[in-house]
């Protein structure tokens, strides 16, 4: 197999001990895409858990606040990244500075973090598309029960936003349920 997907290119990087710097690339990558897009949109763009508390990832949030002054940027950080309570409060201070918000990416997959979001409440919260796929279809009780993590993501003060929507059926269930954003 080549370096045809991302998890290919990250499974390369893991092995050459390079990963934070795959991430920064990708992030400075998307970032330039994004640039072309009409009507400066809040853009969305990931990091790696080896990056956290590294100061060249710092700085390289540094850089790009500084070349993209007006774009609205929010970090989104994987659930394994959000372990350190300190390092995420430090961070969440950082990219305030840098006027960046911050996510919580794939919420619902694997073990949902409630104490970091209490304790350090981001931006967003990403609802997984595992939770979103074909929710139209999903038993009362499933969408209820989706419901109350949106309403208790709300009521944190945090922007729910559901990753993976396909259709209009899913996209009107998630708005029913009361995610504010969709992907």
Excluded: W
């Excluded at 920064?24 to 858990?49: D, I, K, M, W, Y």
């Excluded at 309403?151 to 929507?165: H, K, N, Q, T, Y």
């Amino acid at each position: 197999a080549g370096l045809e997907t991302a998890y290919n290119l990250f499974l390369a990087a893991l092995r050459m001990d390079q990963e934070a710097e795959l991430s920064e690339l990708c992030r400075r990558e998307g970032l330039r895409q994004g640039q072309a897009l009409s009507n400066n949109p809040t853009l969305f763009v990931n990091t790696h858990p080896a990056e956290i508390g590294r100061p060249e990832f710092m700085a390289s949030l540094h850089a790009i606040r500084e070349c993209r002054y007006a774009t609205p940027i929010v970090l989104e950080i994987h659930e394994r990244s959000a372990c350190d309570i300190t390092a995420i409060r430090e961070l969440r201070v950082a990219l305030r500075e840098l006027n960046m918000g911050l996510a919580y990416d794939d919420f619902g997959n694997g073990q949902s973090r409630l104490r970091e979001l209490m304790e350090v409440p981001p931006d967003f919260v990403k609802f997984d598309m595992a939770l979103i796929r074909d929710i139209h279809q999903a038993s009362p009780q499933k969408q209820k029960t989706l419901e109350t993590l949106v309403r208790m993501v709300s009521d944190l003060g945090v922007a729910p936003l559901a990753e993976g929507i396909e259709c209009h059926e899913e996209s009107a269930v998630c708005s029913e349920i009361g995610f504010r954003y969709a992907q």
